[in-house]
């Protein structure tokens, strides 16, 4: 008695439940599902949408065969090409790597790169012409003078190093530097003079005066220190101190 009323109104229950199901698929395929999907593609990995299977271009709602030059390969995306090793892309075209003489493919096996000890000049590799006393930079395409020697249009020349003087490595310049406690000059590296109360400093060619005094000339003078004043921070001066100002070298009340 309860059993069959139980039982027609579950069977009407999963017959509303398929009409919807077919209703609501047809409605996915025709907004551009499975249905619709074109020779030559597939759904997506979000089955809203297809995308031409790999080797395939999209053209409106078909999928066309990708056009590959000779001497090309499919990218890795199956959407685009690449020339082989040894080509270069012109245009829709792979053509010949052309490498001179002395030279070699370069990684991207798009182009070229001289060997070692040669040079790129327009389409070809001319050879690094070394002078004497002068080595083969790390680069290969140039070179540098051996120390003792600096570079002068195409040669290495001697470095003159005068008296109280040392070589130094560096590209530019004279080539060498004045001992420390001397100082250059145009006849050459003379003897620093430090007067009383100074010393020299980092660089060794000059002299600063000690703390508490003042350079004036080529000597070193005591700070005389008006009122209400101090030994400022550079220790060769002095300022007013706070609430002070300096009026003609005094230090007078703000």
């Not at 809203?48 to 499919?74: E, F, H, K, M």
Request: proline letters at 4%; one cysteine or more.
């Amino acid at each position: 008695m309860t059993i069959v009323p139980v039982i027609r109104l579950f069977a009407g229950f999963i017959l509303i439940v398929l009409t919807f199901a077919v209703s609501t698929q047809g409605t996915v395929f025709a907004s551009g599902g499975a249905h619709n999907i074109p020779k030559n593609a597939h759904a997506d990995s979000y089955g809203g949408d297809w995308q031409c299977d790999y080797g395939y271009l999209r053209s409106q709602d078909t999928c066309v065969r990708a056009d590959i030059p000779s001497n090309a390969y499919l990218d890795t995306s199956g959407t685009g090409w690449e020339c082989d090793r040894g080509y270069r892309r012109d245009g829709g075209n792979c053509l010949v790597v052309a490498v001179p003489l002395n030279a070699y493919l370069d990684t991207s096996g798009s182009s070229w790169k001289c060997e070692r000890a040669y040079r790129r000049t327009a389409n070809s590799c001319e050879a690094v012409i070394i002078p004497p006393n002068a080595y083969l930079e790390s680069s290969g395409t140039d070179w540098h003078c051996i120390r003792g020697f600096k570079k002068n249009n195409n040669k290495c020349e001697p470095i003159i190093v005068p008296e109280n003087a040392y070589l130094i490595d560096r590209s530019f310049g004279k080539g060498w530097q004045c001992n420390r406690r001397f100082k250059e000059t145009d006849v050459g590296c003379v003897e620093v003079v430090v007067p009383k109360n100074a010393y020299f400093d980092s660089f060794g060619d000059n002299w600063r005066c000690e703390r508490g005094y003042k350079k004036s000339n080529s000597q070193c003078n005591e700070i005389v220190l008006p009122d209400h004043a101090h030994i400022g921070y550079s220790g060769n001066d002095w300022v007013c101190n706070r609430g002070y100002r300096m009026n003609n070298n005094k230090c007078i009340k703000r």
